[in-house]
């Protein structure tokens, strides 16, 4: 973890708890083994005062329960006390796979339903934890964030709602539009970018990059992701192109409007290794068309980093477009749910975000500087140093 010392001489706010919903589980539990490993190691000047105790724990999991009615209504039940702990709590509003009975029928859990779920926890826990702090990775209606029209604001009334609810922070990874968080200006809000862990994952399945202007380039598959695109190729020295969609305004399709053609605005990628990088893949369309683009224009090898790895239309069309060599390797996070099939894909590599979950948690539990971990510039030149001396040093990723 970095500055650790700053971590040595700090005082948390309270003893610290992470509430894991149902759908978050699995990440829950390595952040929470990360957290116990971080605080046996640093050599905190408080961890054997008796007035913080339950510093250094074998778990920092809280027990509690949503139970669901034959109706399909719920309730947040704690089992345990969380007066005066500083809650973390932790949900995955994207995960599909958790299902729940209602009048003999069995339903798979939406988005709606993780939220509701969601806001069961804080009301249980509303008035009696010394602070409440919120975990979601994926931004809840995080698309609906603007208004065109008449249409209704989901995102920003969801934060507003969380904020009048008690939440005094609130973390999220890769927002769509990070301005939303004008929706609650009074309130913590970060918003944190996987560019180090894509970068480390990259490396780690790739012996053979060149990491220089004359051997890659990163593309933005779209206008909305070029200011991702352009930080992550300064980082690494390339350059970096970007893809304009072309829409039909005038269709409205699946809620959307259709794209009518992908223009590309960059210079020669020709025998270049190419890595689009954006938020999310839902559907994947738009993400393979410019993938096929590319290997079109004699792109060398096509990466595609997403912070969220959705498929909403499944993985034939990945499995299809993979066999036809439009594209080398799909790197997501392991920040949503991830069907089982999709870790079985060869094309499929895991840009883990646990550690990096885990370091979050512990500097805002000593109310630290978030400073510490919001800037991975160095970091990510210190793992391309390594692997460019690979031939003299045995590369060590943290």
């Known amino acids: 973890m970095p500055n650790l010392r700053e971590l040595e001489n700090a005082m948390p706010v309270a003893p610290l708890k992470i509430v894991a919903l149902e759908s978050a589980e699995t990440l829950a539990g390595e952040v929470n083994n990360y957290l116990v490993d971080f605080r046996k190691s640093v050599n905190n000047k408080v961890k054997n005062d008796p007035a913080f105790h339950g510093y250094r724990e074998d778990s920092y999991l809280t027990s509690f329960d949503c139970p669901r009615f034959g109706t399909g ?66 931004l809840y209606e995080g698309r609906q964030h603007k208004r065109s029209g008449r249409e209704s604001l989901d995102c920003a009334y969801a934060l507003e709602e969380l904020r009048d609810m008690g939440v005094s922070n609130f973390i999220t990874f890769d927002a769509h539009d990070p301005r939303v968080a004008n929706a609650m200006p009074l309130s913590g809000f970060d918003n944190f970018t996987p560019p180090y862990q894509f970068m480390r994952a990259l490396l780690e399945n790739e012996e053979d990059l060149l990491v220089d202007k004359d051997h890659m380039i990163v593309i933005s598959p779209d206008e909305g992701a070029l200011a991702r695109a352009i930080y992550f190729a300064s980082v690494i020295g390339v350059d970096t192109g970007m893809f304009y969609k072309r829409r039909d305004y005038s ?8 794209i009518v053609a992908h223009e590309f605005l960059g210079d020669n990628i020709d025998g270049k290794d190419v890595v689009i990088i954006d938020d999310m893949i839902s559907s994947g369309e738009s993400m393979l068309d410019t993938s096929r683009q590319l ?53 499929f590599v895991e840009a883990s975000m646990s550690k990096f979950l885990a370091s979050i948690i512990d500097f805002m539990n000593h109310d630290v500087s978030l400073s510490n971990v919001h800037e991975p510039t160095e970091k990510i030149h210190e793992v391309l140093a390594r692997y460019n001396n690979r031939e003299n040093t045995e590369i060590e990723y943290e």
Do not use: W
């Open 295 to 347: 290997k079109e224009m004699n792109a060398k090898r096509v990466f595609i980093c997403c912070t969220f790895g959705l498929f909403t239309s499944g993985l034939k069309a990945f499995d299809e477009a993979y066999e036809k060599c439009y594209f080398d390797r799909v790197i997501t996070t392991n920040l949503s749910y991830q069907p089982p099939e999709l870790k079985k894909k060869p094309y």
């Open 251 to 258: 269709t409205i399709v699946n809620g959307k409007n259709p």
């Open 73 to 138: 209504e719920a309730k947040a039940v704690f089992h345990e006390s969380v007066r005066g702990k500083d809650l973390f709590i932790l949900v995955d509003v994207c995960n599909h796979s958790i299902t729940y009975n209602m009048n003999g029928y069995t339903n798979h859990m939406s988005p709606d339903d993780h939220y509701q779920d969601l806001k069961r926890v804080i009301a249980a826990a509303a008035g009696k934890a010394k602070r409440i702090n919120v975990i979601m990775p994926f």
